[in-house]
């Protein structure tokens, strides 16, 4: 592969990324900031000691070492390698670099409205600081809304998710199912200065960086698959899971409930292989 080739192909990794756990990355990096009356806020905890105020808790941050691949060594002699040298921009100067690339990677106009932001590699470093804890910054990347309205039915006194809501979310996930985790995480590994150098403006090492990533990925692999149909209850005009179970999930993984277990499982898929691509490089 030459230079030009991998600068093409480095510029979109860490978009594609983000979409697919978010997704998926998204998200990436994939969920939707809802336009429907479902609170997807965490409820609170149970009550402390009236005696004992509570003291905040410092996030832990977490650390991991996501291995270097060896896939950019070329031989230039009988025992010697070499790394092939890639020119990358610029952070500041990162933006029309990948603008200009990403038709390479995809064309639909949904993948193209994500990353209308400028300083696109500072907007991911800080959306995976947020889904590594389960937050979704939707305004950083703006996905698609759900197609449709978000519609429930009652059976007896139970007030029940319509399974038909699932389908709301089938053309934002079907752009994310089209994306290739082995070239995002093969990508990773030629675009990582820029996204180090986007995560140490918000203090972060390396080593926090790769494990910030990696929890982003396990929020998606962690969310649970329910088949059965999800019981809600209403306060005022928001609706919640009735589960306390469900309604003290992470705002992403009750996300991904909404999008129904089979879209679950298919972003989960999506999810494993793009793990597993970037610890086995």
Not at 134 to 144: A, D, E, Q, R
Not at 163 to 181: F, Q
Request: net charge negative.
């Amino acid at each position: 592969m030459n230079n030009s080739n991998l600068l093409k192909r480095s510029n979109v990794y860490i978009i594609l990324l983000c979409i697919t756990i978010a997704v998926l990355v998204s998200t990436l990096a994939f969920v939707t900031h809802q336009a429907e009356n479902m609170d997807s806020s965490p409820v609170s905890t149970d009550e402390t000691d009236a005696t004992a105020p509570a003291i905040p808790k410092e996030p832990i941050i977490p650390e991991a070492k996501i291995p270097i691949s060896t896939a950019g060594l070329v031989s230039k002699g009988s025992d010697e390698t070499v790394a092939e040298q890639v020119i990358l921009p610029a952070l500041n100067e990162s933006d029309s670099f990948l603008r200009d690339s990403l038709t390479n990677i995809s064309s639909d106009s949904s993948f193209i409205r994500w990353i209308t932001k400028d300083d696109l590699f500072r907007r991911a470093a800080s959306y995976f600081d947020g889904l590594s804890r389960g937050v979704i910054l939707s305004k950083i990347f703006p996905l698609n809304t759900p197609e449709g309205e978000f519609t429930v039915h009652k059976t007896g006194n139970e007030l029940l998710l319509n399974a038909g809501n699932y389908e709301r979310y089938n053309k934002t996930i079907g752009v994310i199912l089209g994306l290739d985790m082995e070239l995002i995480a093969e990508i990773f590994h030629t675009t990582r200065p820029l996204l180090e150098a986007a995560f140490a403006e918000m203090g972060y090492s390396s080593r926090q960086m790769d494990g910030i990533i990696l929890q982003s990925i396990e929020q998606i692999l962690s969310t649970p698959i329910i088949a059965r149909p999800i019981a809600l209850s209403q306060e005022s005009v928001l609706y919640q899971f009735a589960d306390p179970d469900l309604e003290n999930l992470s705002p992403i993984q009750k996300q991904l409930l909404r999008t129904g277990p089979e879209n679950t499982q298919k972003l989960q898929q999506q999810a494993l292989e793009l793990r597993d691509a970037l610890l086995n490089p």
